[in-house]
T-cell receptor
């Protein structure tokens, strides 16, 4: 298996532009997580999906952030409009949740976003 | 906040020495996990220990769990330069199917 795939790996954009980050989870996994990592705030969970349904988006910082999972093999995280404080590394992770348990997550390589 | 704490925040040792990192948490858990993150990369799962286990081994890794003290430790024996990374403990958030991650311990192995 190729693991979790994220694109792009690096994104540099100007303030006010729309940014779309993409993720392909591991085949067979039923849960997908979007995280943001910065030096100041560490690793933050933004939103997670179970069986393509958003379960908890309490970590989404503002209405400028939105995430979708139209099918089991694809998810997007969109920032519109982007701001310099959104600069961070964004990780997607997938997992298989069963029986209410929470088990290991598999992380993608991340997207390093720089907003100037 | 359910976020746990890791100790120390940074650790620098000589190659060949053992490295010990600690994690404390605040809620009841059914498992605890440790992850490694190399610079510029995503997190990689290392080991999972269940609440009914007290110790678990995987290669040069040894993890302990003390549920009465709500703490865990990760021991890396005979450290190597390639072990240089950040190490995170993680556990399920209470009442939710998501993981809480600590702030991590930055481990540096000096050759």
């Amino acid at each position: 298996d190729a693991g979790v795939i994220q694109s792009p790996r690096h994104e540099v954009t100007e303030m006010g532009q729309e940014v779309t980050l993409r993720c392909k989870p591991i085949s067979g996994h039923n849960s997908l997580f979007w995280y943001r990592q910065t030096m100041m705030r560490g690793l933050e969970l933004l939103i997670y999906f179970n069986n393509n349904v958003p379960i908890d988006d309490s970590g989404m910082p503002e209405d400028r952030f939105s995430a979708k999972m139209p099918n089991a093999s694809f998810s997007t995280l969109k920032i519109q409009p982007s701001e310099p404080r959104d600069s961070a590394v964004y990780f997607c992770a997938s997992s298989f949740l069963a029986g209410g348990g929470v088990y290991e997550q598999y992380f993608g390589p991340g997207t390093r976003l720089t907003v100037t | 906040s359910q976020q746990g704490e890791e100790d120390p925040q940074a650790l620098s040792i000589q190659e060949g020495e053992n490295a010990t990192m600690n994690c404390s948490y605040k809620t009841s858990i059914n498992n605890l996990q440790w992850y490694r993150q190399n610079s510029g990369r995503g997190l990689v799962h290392l080991i999972l220990i269940r609440s009914n286990e007290r110790e678990k081994h995987s290669g040069r890794l040894r993890v302990t769990l003390d549920t009465s003290k709500k703490s865990s430790s990760l021991l890396i024996t005979a450290s190597r330069a390639a072990d240089t990374a950040s190490y995170f403990c993680s556990y399920p958030a209470q009442g939710a199917q998501k993981l809480v991650f600590g702030q991590g311990t930055r481990l540096t192995i000096n050759p």
